[in-house]
């Protein structure tokens, strides 16, 4: 689905780059211009912005994202391991969860994978088998949402068995997706 949306932004980019680049347009109106600037901008600030990304870029945006959703796991691990969590840590770390989570599938772009020639433990099925993928992702962003919702409770049984539900959707798509070390 990441894929259709930055192939449109694209699209659409071309589009408004060839309009001003256009030479014999005389009628070009500065706030036409400003209007088309704003369009892709704003394409640009969404989905479109990883078809800026080149494959290093987009594997070390990725790593870096998981690396923060993993960070913010252990923090709320802590907590529950204190035997008296800290509501508001709870609370902030599982935002952090559920705001990474809908860029992970987002940071494969078509070209990162290992046929890149560039380090990374991504499987070449992350590329033939996109909608398996794609839905583990979906999963992941329901999963983190409930966290958010849960984690504000302070009840450390329900945030526990939330942060089981997380995990078991990262190491099920680990054991697909990833490569083994
Ligand atoms: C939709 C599939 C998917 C989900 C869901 C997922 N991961 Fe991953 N994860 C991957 C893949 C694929 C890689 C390997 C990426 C690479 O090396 O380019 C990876 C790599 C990682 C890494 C290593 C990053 C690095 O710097 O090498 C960490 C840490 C990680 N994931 C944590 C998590 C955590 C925590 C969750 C759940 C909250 C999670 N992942 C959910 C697919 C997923």
Redesign the pocket.
Known sequence: MSHQHHCLANDRADTATQFLQHPDNPMIHAKTIVLALAAVSALAGGAASVAALTPQQA?DM???N??K??KA?KAIGGELKSGAPNKGLLLANAKI?AAA?PQ??KL?PAG?GPSSGLK????PA?WTDRAT?DA??G??VGE?NKLVGVAGSGDAAAVGAQMKA??G??G???RK???ED
Not at 120 to 123: E, G, I, S
């Open positions: 594997i990725r790593h870096a998981f690396e959703m993993g796991m969860i989570a992970v599938t494969f990162t990374t433990d991504a499987l992350i993928f583990l992702g999963r992941l983190a997380l995990g959707v990262c099920e798509c680990h997706f990833r490569k």
